[in-house]
């Protein structure tokens, strides 16, 4: 498995509903960027500048909400990742 550096995080991204609110059946081009998952890996923290480690606030199995356009897309053993910086995670769904 991937293993982030520094406050890193690693998602797999949940799918959208392919139906809106109203039942309707949205195309393909139709549907946003997913803006949630699940963390599967969480690196060991950021570093301030005073050398002293900030511990990582989410942790391996939480679900959480991302801007849709946060992190980089990675392919890693036939399946498909997000790497980004914890702070670019805006919640922890509970």
Do not use: W
């Not at 969480?42 to 005073?50: F, H, I, K, S």
């Not at 480690?53 to 391996?60: E, F, H, L, Q």
């Not at 946060?70 to 922890?92: P, R, W």
């Amino acid at each position: 498995m991937l293993q982030p550096l520094g406050d890193c995080v690693i998602i797999e991204v949940q799918d959208q509903e392919e139906k809106s609110i109203g039942g309707i059946v949205l195309a393909e081009n139709a549907k946003q960027k997913p803006t949630q998952g699940k963390v599967v890996a969480v690196g060991e923290g950021r570093v301030l500048d005073n050398g002293t480690k900030v511990a990582p606030v989410v942790k391996t199995g939480d679900l959480v909400m991302f801007d849709k356009y946060a992190g980089t897309k990675v392919e890693y053993d036939e399946n498909s990742y997000l790497v980004m910086h914890e702070g670019d995670l805006l919640a922890i769904i509970k």
